[in-house]
Each structure stands twice: as structure tokens, then as C-alpha cells.
């Protein structure tokens, strides 16, 4: 947990200094060039695309790169209620490359699917379909990078020895990149889709557990971030509509801001929530062991 909070720690750092420096530090030279504009035309102007495409390529990459490493370590590391096989250390760093390209593969579909619905949410909440369509769509990737660039696909798959029987054809495709969302916006008692994977731990014959009744620190932090983006997003994009001549009115600067505060925020709560129950644990623990004593 420790090496799961310093790492979203350090990205979160890492987000915030992007943005200040491929947005605020920009948008505070345009100012000084568009001083004397009229505010109509300050926020037609559209942020610019070489810009935004370099902030939404360092997000997607490392929000993939981040969740891949850290779920497939997650899956070797010992579990009390799970039994892992022995293995030589060879397999066991086969296993953990494995773990990680699968990962980046399926967390890479689930942005890009992700990124077309909130591209779409985008042009509901106020975003123009006909002008800066290609600015809209690099906004939309990075909203989606961070509100679910830590969820994966494969979440599912905590111990490969576990055979999980599902639904056949297109439906059990869908079901791989839904199925975890679901988990991760409900929680742990989220009911199971209609001829899904039962929400409660899966259990085999010998023993250990799997599926999405393993509700792991990494889940609660990513409710969190899932919840806080979408909150304070909307907000945000108020700022479109206004007419003050601010700079970070252009588009699509106010959905950047959004989300990144949103990420932040929503890890901040995230860290400390886990961070709480494990102290609140620790000290019901400790208080039923003296009153074991006494």
C-alpha cells in the first residue's frame, strides 16, 4: 500500500506540473499578447492543438503504463485468503511482463471506449460538433485517462487458476471492459450482470479467491477518483459558456482544469479513506486484544 500511495502521489505531482506548464504558464503569455482583444475574441480562440496533444499523450501513457505495473504486481503479491503456486523466479518475472503487456493492451481499448462516450457527453454539456471537433476528442481521451486510466479490463483475472464460466459471443466481450466499471462505481457489493461473474469472491477447491469480491485498497482510491472527476468536471465546464474573455475559457481548457482537480482531489480522498481504515482497524484491533488480556 505504501508503494501504491507514493506512486499515485508522485503522478499526481507529475499532472499538476504538466499543466502548469503546457497550460497556465501558455495561457499566461497569450494573455500579455491578447491584452488589448476583445473578449469574444479571446475565446474563439482555441487552445493550441500541438500543445494539447503532447499533455494528452503523457497522460494517456503513463495513467496505462501506471495501473498496468501496479495491477500485475498487485496479483503476485500473497494474499491471506489466496493460496499462490510456488514458482522459480524466472516464471515469476514471465508472469509479471505478461501481466503487464496484457494489461496495457486491454486498458488501452478500455480508454479509447471510454473517450468516444465522453466525447459524446462532452457535446451534450456544451461542447460545439461542428467547431474544434479534433481539440473535443484529445479532451475527451484525456478526461478519460484520468477518471479511468487505473481501472483495467482484466480486473477479473486476480488467480489465473480460477476458471469462471461466462456468457458466449459478443455479450462476454462487452462484459470484460463494463464489468470492472461496475465494480469499481458501486463497489463491492455491486450486483453481478445479467449472466455475469457474481459479485462475491469466487472460490475454487482449493481455497483461494477470486473475482470481483476481492475489494483491494487500489479499487476505493480508484472510486474515488471515478466520482471526484465527474463532480467537479461539470462544473468546470461552465466556463465555456461565459463570455468574460478569461484565457481559460478557450477550449477546451476548462475540461483539462476540471478533470485534473478532479484526479487530484479524488486521489487525495481516495489515499486517506484506505489510509483511515487501515488505523481504524488497527486500533479495534488493539483494543480487542486488551480486552482479551484483561
Known amino acids: 500500500?505504501?508503494?501504491?500511495?507514493?506512486?499515485?502521489?508522485?503522478?499526481?505531482?507529475?499532472?499538476?506540473?504538466?499543466?502548469?506548464?503546457?497550460?497556465?504558464?501558455?495561457?499566461?503569455?497569450?494573455?500579455?499578447?491578447?491584452?488589448?482583444?476583445?473578449?469574444?475574441?479571446?475565446?474563439?480562440?482555441?487552445?493550441?492543438?500541438?500543445?494539447?496533444?503532447?499533455?494528452?499523450?503523457?497522460?494517456?501513457?503513463?495513467?496505462?503504463?501506471?495501473?498496468?505495473?501496479?495491477?500485475?504486481?498487485?496479483?503476485?503479491?500473497?494474499?491471506?485468503?489466496?493460496?499462490?503456486?510456488?514458482?522459480?523466479?524466472?516464471?515469476?518475472?514471465?508472469?509479471?511482463?505478461?501481466?503487464i503487456l496484457r494489461n496495457t493492451?486491454?486498458?488501452?481499448?478500455l480508454q479509447l471506449l471510454l473517450a468516444v462516450v465522453i466525447f459524446f457527453l462532452s457535446i451534450l454539456l456544451g461542447a460545439s460538433p461542428w467547431k474544434w471537433l479534433w481539440h473535443t476528442v484529445l479532451a475527451s481521451l484525456y478526461v478519460s485517462s484520468l477518471t479511468f486510466g487505473f481501472i483495467q479490463s482484466k480486473r477479473c483475472d486476480v488467480n489465473p487458476d480460477v476458471n469462471v464460466k461466462s456468457s458466449e459471443g459478443s455479450g462476454a466481450y462487452i462484459r470484460l471492459f463494463l464489468d470492472p466499471i461496475v465494480h469499481i462505481m458501486i463497489g463491492p457489493e455491486s450486483p453481478p450482470l445479467a449472466g455475469g461473474v457474481e459479485s462475491t469472491a469466487v472460490q475454487n477447491s482449493e481455497g483461494s479467491t477470486s473475482g470481483f469480491g476481492s475489494w483491494t485498497a487500489f479499487d476505493q482510491i480508484n472510486r474515488c477518483v471515478v466520482y471526484s472527476v465527474m463532480i467537479i468536471t461539470v462544473p468546470f465546464m461552465i466556463l465555456n459558456i461565459l463570455d468574460?474573455?478569461?484565457?481559460?475559457?478557450?477550449?477546451?481548457?476548462?475540461?483539462?482544469?476540471?478533470?485534473?482537480?478532479?484526479?487530484?482531489?479524488?486521489?487525495?480522498?481516495?489515499?486517506?479513506?484506505?489510509?483511515?481504515?487501515?488505523?481504524?482497524?488497527?486500533?479495534?484491533?488493539?483494543?480487542?486484544?486488551?480486552?482479551r488480556l484483561a
Open 244 to 291: 468574460h474573455g478569461d484565457q481559460i475559457q478557450r477550449w477546451p481548457v476548462p475540461i483539462l482544469l476540471g478533470s485534473t482537480v478532479g484526479h487530484v482531489v479524488g486521489v487525495g480522498f481516495g489515499v486517506v479513506s484506505v489510509w483511515g481504515s487501515f488505523g481504524v482497524r488497527s486500533v479495534r484491533r488493539r483494543m480487542r486484544e486488551k480486552s
Open 105 to 109: 493492451v486491454s486498458s488501452t481499448i
Open 1 to 99: 500500500m505504501m508503494l501504491l500511495t507514493i506512486v499515485l502521489i508522485l503522478n499526481c505531482w507529475n499532472l499538476v506540473a504538466d499543466m502548469k506548464i503546457f497550460v497556465l504558464d501558455l495561457l499566461e503569455q497569450d494573455a500579455i499578447e491578447m491584452e488589448r482583444w476583445d473578449p469574444t475574441e479571446i475565446i474563439a480562440v482555441p487552445f493550441p492543438e500541438d500543445n494539447l496533444q503532447y499533455l494528452v499523450f503523457r497522460c494517456f501513457v503513463s495513467s496505462i503504463l501506471i495501473s498496468s505495473v501496479l495491477y500485475a504486481l498487485e496479483k503476485r503479491r500473497p494474499q491471506k485468503s489466496t493460496k499462490m503456486p510456488k514458482s522459480s523466479d524466472s516464471e515469476v518475472i514471465t508472469t509479471i511482463v505478461v501481466d
